[in-house]
């Protein structure tokens, strides 16, 4: 099984890895074409409202390409204040 697959496995988890949520070794084993396959899994949920895990998952992904969606997603008000707390300091970057 590839990297990337398990990586969606995870979303059907219910066991303590599901609750520690997503981090860094999720993504280690990946190629750069999974990692950006994993990222855009993740911005289409972020989209949706996002949650804690996918909005972080976007950053552990790719902080870079990251920047941009997230600060369009708050300027059009799809993620609200709730989600800014979660968010890492992106107006350094």
Known sequence: MNA???????????????LDGLCESHFTRMTSHERARAFD???????????????????IADDGRAIAPVSR????????EKHKSWLPDISTK
């Open 4 to 18: 990337y697959q398990n990586f969606l496995d995870f979303f059907s988890m219910c066991n303590k890895e599901r």
């Open 41 to 59: 899994y993740l911005l289409e949920l972020v989209k949706t409202g996002g949650s804690e895990e996918t909005i972080n998952g976007l950053f």
């Open 73 to 80: 997603l708050l300027a059009d008000a799809t993620l609200n």
